[in-house]
T-cell receptor, first 111, second 113 residues
Framework: QKEVEQDPGPLSVPEGAIVSLNCTYS??????FMWYRQYSRKGPELLMY????GNKEDGRFTAQVDKSSKYISLFIRDSQPSDSATYLC???????????FGRGTSLIVHP | DAGITQSPRHKVTETGTPVTLRCHQT?????MYWYRQDPGHGLRLIHY???????DKGEVSDGYSVSRSKTEDFLLTLESATSSQTSVYFC????????????FGDGTRLSIL
């Protein structure tokens, strides 16, 4: 079993929908949690970076970490066609600079 | 953008030939990384560097070597390319003190025929 599990999708939603993307993990030592967005033929772009449990909001994006359940989420409000991309979660232990990545979820927002 | 340039952006070559990919950064980061990304596997770490001339292996290092003679440049070499090394290769920087997150270049698409 991979350390970080992420449903590959694709997840198809209508424009304006609230999107929920999720990852589960098995390593309780993970303390830093990241979400990256990757457009086709581009590199991953850092969207959100959080430490430990709790929520972090940035515009239409909210990252949520539940360490007790080993579960992280990224919520996108008022989704737009420009949000269509692959979203990768990543996480790392305290003191480690090499994250473990999920395989990514493909999101399609249709007009 | 994080100031990472990968070259070439695309390359087609034949089995058995040597190939070198270059990553250049303008951020003066100590740590640099090479990943490959393949369908069904996600991002896999090949090698990384924690300083000039200081490198270490990742999870899929067989068939690859790296060199870092300057802070800004990190080279990935396939000594004798095989078709299984057809992939998209990404360079990343970051991950210094305070667990800074990584930032990625836009990748090199490598096809080995």
């Amino acid at each position: 079993q991979k350390e970080v599990e992420q449903d590959p999708g694709p997840l198809s939603v209508p424009e304006g929908a609230i999107v929920s993307l999720n990852c589960t993990y098995s390593n309780s030592a993970f303390q830093y949690f990241m979400w990256y967005r990757q457009y086709s033929r581009k590199g991953p772009e850092l969207l959100m970076y959080t430490y430990s449990s709790g929520n972090k909001e940035d515009g239409r994006f909210t990252a949520q970490v539940d360490k007790s359940s080993k579960y992280i989420s990224l919520f996108i409000r008022d989704s737009q066609p420009s949000d269509s991309a692959t979203y990768l979660c990543a996480m790392s232990e305290g003191g480690s600079y090499i994250p473990t990545f999920g395989r990514g979820t493909s999101l399609i927002v249709h007009p | 953008d994080a100031g990472i340039t990968q070259s070439p952006r695309h390359k087609v070559t034949e089995t058995g030939t040597p190939v070198t990919l270059r990553c250049h950064q303008t951020e003066n980061h100590r740590y640099m990384y090479w990943y490959r990304q393949d369908p069904g596997h996600g991002l896999r770490l090949i090698h990384y560097s924690y300083g000039v001339k200081d490198t270490d292996k990742g999870e899929v290092s067989d068939g690859y070597s790296v060199s870092r003679s300057k802070t800004e440049d990190f080279l990935l070499t396939l000594e004798s390319a095989t078709s299984s090394q057809t992939s998209v290769y990404f360079c990343a920087i970051g991950g210094q003190e305070g667990n800074q997150p990584q930032h990625f270049g836009d990748g090199t698409r490598l096809s080995i025929l």
